[in-house]
């Protein structure tokens, strides 16, 4: 069997690791202690999973923080400064990312289309740079399951919000495989199943690779 010629990666409606970008926005202690919508580890879990994708992928990352230069806030969970530590993080007083100079200019910076987008909390400091990342004519593609809000309510409100915006859901494990998308790319082929399984994949995913079946 013999599969498609792998597709322009600038102009593939699918995200690829030539055309998308990835943008993580305030995984500070007391954004992730406050979040009430779904397991906290598992917030954790995911955000760091969605970062090892991008890294593993070799996507351009956009980090943001609020209020770490204030003293106000402190900085990222060292889980997440473990991958990002290399790479600047826009400090901003704003609670909209898109309302900081930096941080937009850091976006433009990437040239990239498609905004692969998580941040804390849903309601608030996603919902708003989606809302405006989109009318200036971005793809953005919220990680429902690497994001939280103070309540099950305003997560999923703030969910329904973007998508009627036109933001594309997304999970971290359909993120993993549309990056991938063929076994062949056999380059990234061990990534994918280390970030698989140490994100949260399940055995079976393992089954189905070794017998050509995934």
């Not at 889980?79 to 900081?100: C, F, G, V």
């Not at 790319?185 to 199943?193: I, P, S």
């Amino acid at each position: 069997m013999t599969s498609e010629q792998i597709r322009d990666q600038e102009s593939d409606e699918l995200l690829t690791p030539k055309n998308a970008a990835v943008v993580i926005i305030d995984y500070q202690p007391v954004q992730v202690n406050s979040i009430a919508s779904m397991d906290r580890q598992l917030l954790v879990n995911n955000i760091v999973g969605v970062a090892k994708i991008a890294r593993a992928y070799d996507l351009p990352i956009i980090h943001s923080t609020v209020n770490v230069q204030t003293g106000l806030n402190k900085p990222p969970i060292p889980q997440l400064r473990k991958i990002l530590d290399d790479l600047p993080a826009y400090d901003r007083t704003s609670i909209n990312a898109w309302e900081d100079r930096e941080f937009v200019d850091a976006v433009k910076s990437a040239g990239r289309r498609k905004l692969v987008m998580a941040a804390l909390w849903t309601e608030a400091c996603l919902t708003f740079p989606t809302l405006d990342a989109l009318r200036e004519g971005y793809e953005v593609y919220p990680v429902v399951d690497a994001v939280g809000g103070t309540s099950p309510s305003a997560h999923e409100s703030a969910l329904r919000r973007v998508e009627q915006a036109g933001a594309r859901l997304i999970t971290w494990p359909q993120l993993l495989c549309e990056l991938q998308r063929d076994w062949a790319r056999k380059e990234t082929v061990d990534d994918f199943m280390r970030l698989f399984i140490e994100t949260g994949g399940t055995a079976g995913l393992q089954f189905a690779y070794d017998r050509g079946q995934g």
